[in-house]
């Protein structure tokens, strides 16, 4: 709107108070939100657990007063709390917690949106809920369509989390850190897409040349040719967040790879191959992960150690199995909790060691 001034966000909780007041009278607070042993029909809200949730912006409706809005500074914190206390909750389905996340950290989105920060502020937040937002999406795994949450809907709402970042690096001066970082977290989220690889290779020269970019470079590169034995050995490197953002494609790189050692070893007669072998190539969780994938694609066992390739047998259907994906993604956290991958300056580089192959 012409001559506007977007305002500055003053309020100081997670959740205004007359959000709170609200939802309590209409009975919309999520057990999250509820203050401890508060029980009965009527519960009471937490204001240190209460977080304002999405209200969608219609047209015609007046715009939030600065007492609606939180500051940059508040917004952060919000992401803070998410990550260390709701994300990590172990008295919840990932579902639930998932669900929760996403609307909440999609309100922060809005907050940003309807007020006035500078650059270097509203990235700072975009980053951290974007990065909180992988971290549990991730962690729904293979039955992520079950449960209080549409994976469809948390799908685009990553996808519009990494558009409003890139456009504020884009309409920025910065500085921005952890740019790179998160850049080559969008090609690896976007792995295989052409467009996505265009975008990235829009980017100047400098910011493609830093470690994190070449090596999502390097992933989507052996991605596209098809070459499991790189494509893992470089996955086994990636640090948790990239771990994050990558695991949605780890299903469909291991049924690739799979089908091309059916066409390469398949015979009338059937040649075997050592689960050991598979799980190594294919940074499976163990031998059961292995001969379950197996079984999945219509490969039958030799015993307990070893596949067969018998010619006609493989098959595809439904989606790929997604694993477990504790080698890949679950172990790398090392010790650190999600709050401090999130709210860290800077991602490491690799978890085992530098990648240097591009």
Same mark, same amino acid.
Request: aromatic share 4%; net charge positive.
């Given at each position: 709107?012409?001559?506007?001034?977007?305002?500055?966000?003053?309020?100081?909780?997670?959740?205004?108070?007359?959000?709170?007041?609200?939802?309590?009278?209409?009975?919309?607070?999520?057990?999250?939100?509820?203050?401890?042993?508060?029980?009965?029909?009527?519960?009471?809200?937490?204001?240190?657990?209460?977080?304002?949730?999405?209200?969608?912006?219609?047209?015609?409706?007046?715009?939030?007063?600065?007492?609606?809005?939180?500051?940059?500074?508040?917004?952060?914190?919000?992401?803070?709390?998410?990550?260390?206390?709701?994300?990590?909750?172990?008295?919840?389905?990932?579902?639930?917690?998932?669900?929760?996340?996403?609307?909440?950290?999609? !309100?922060? #989105?809005?907050? &940003? =949106?309807?007020? %006035? +920060?500078?650059?270097?502020?509203? /990235?700072?937040? $975009?980053?951290?809920? *974007?990065?909180?937002?992988?971290?549990?999406?991730?962690?729904?795994?293979?039955?992520?369509?079950?449960?209080?949450?549409?994976?469809?809907?948390?799908?685009?709402?990553?996808?519009?989390?990494?558009?409003?970042?890139?456009?504020?690096?884009?309409?920025?001066?910065?500085?921005?850190?952890?740019?790179?970082?998160?850049?080559?977290?969008?090609?690896?989220?976007?792995?295989?897409?052409?467009?996505?690889?265009?975008?990235?290779?829009?980017?100047?020269?400098?910011?493609?040349?830093?470690? !994190?970019? #070449?090596?999502? &470079? =390097?992933?989507? %590169? +052996?991605?596209?040719?098809?070459? /499991?034995?790189? $494509?893992?050995?470089? *996955?086994?490197?990636?640090?948790?967040?990239?771990?994050?953002?990558?695991?949605?494609?780890?299903?469909?790189?291991?049924?690739?790879?799979?089908?091309?050692?059916?066409?390469?070893?398949?015979?009338?007669?059937?040649?075997?191959?050592?689960?050991?072998?598979?799980?190594?190539?294919?940074?499976?969780?163990?031998?059961?992960?292995?001969?379950?994938?197996?079984?999945?694609?219509?490969?039958?066992?030799?015993?307990?150690?070893?596949?067969?390739?018998?010619?006609?047998?493989?098959?595809?259907?439904?989606?790929?199995?997604?694993?477990?994906?504790?080698?890949?993604?679950?172990?790398?956290?090392?010790?650190?909790?999600?709050?401090?991958?999130?709210?860290?300056?800077?991602?490491?580089?690799?978890?085992?060691?530098?990648?240097?192959?591009?």
């Amino acid at each position: 709107m012409p001559g506007y001034e977007l305002p500055v966000g003053t309020c100081l909780d997670m959740c205004p108070a007359a959000e709170r007041t609200q939802r309590e009278k209409e009975r919309r607070l999520h057990r999250f939100e509820v203050a401890p042993g508060c029980r009965g029909d009527r519960p009471r809200a937490d204001p240190q657990r209460a977080v304002k949730e999405y209200s969608r912006p219609a047209a015609g409706k007046i715009r939030p007063p600065p007492s609606q809005l939180r500051p940059p500074s508040v917004l952060l914190a919000t992401v803070r709390y998410l990550a260390s206390e709701v994300a990590e909750r172990t008295d919840a389905s990932c579902a639930e917690v998932a669900s929760f996340v996403a609307d909440r950290l999609r !309100a922060v #989105r809005l907050d &940003l =949106a309807l007020q %006035s +920060a500078s650059d270097v502020e509203t /990235a700072l937040v $975009l980053e951290s809920a *974007l990065a909180v937002l992988l971290a549990v999406v991730a962690r729904l795994g293979p039955n992520a369509t079950h449960g209080p949450v549409d994976p469809m809907l948390l799908q685009a709402q990553v996808q519009e989390s990494f558009g409003s970042l890139r456009r504020c690096y884009a309409l920025g001066a910065g500085p921005h850190p952890r740019q790179a970082t998160f850049q080559g977290l969008f090609l690896l989220y976007n792995l295989g897409s052409v467009e996505a690889l265009h975008e990235v290779l829009q980017l100047p020269a400098a910011l493609r040349s830093c470690p !994190a970019l #070449r090596t999502a &470079l =390097a992933v989507d %590169s +052996a991605f596209r040719e098809g070459n /499991a034995a790189r $494509l893992f050995r470089l *996955l086994r490197t990636l640090p948790y967040l990239q771990s994050c953002a990558v695991q949605c494609h780890v299903g469909r790189a291991r049924r690739g790879a799979l089908a091309r050692l059916a066409r390469a070893l398949s015979t009338s007669k059937g040649q075997t191959l050592p689960l050991g072998f598979m799980v190594h190539l294919l940074a499976l969780d163990g031998p059961k992960e292995a001969r379950d994938l197996c079984q999945a694609h219509g490969l039958p066992l030799d015993g307990q150690e070893r596949v067969v390739f018998l010619r006609g047998r493989y098959t595809e259907e439904g989606l790929p199995p997604a694993g477990t994906c504790q080698i890949l993604v679950g172990n790398k956290l090392g010790g650190r909790t999600l709050e401090d991958v999130v709210m860290a300056e800077e991602e490491d580089e690799a978890v085992d060691r530098p990648v240097t192959e591009i």
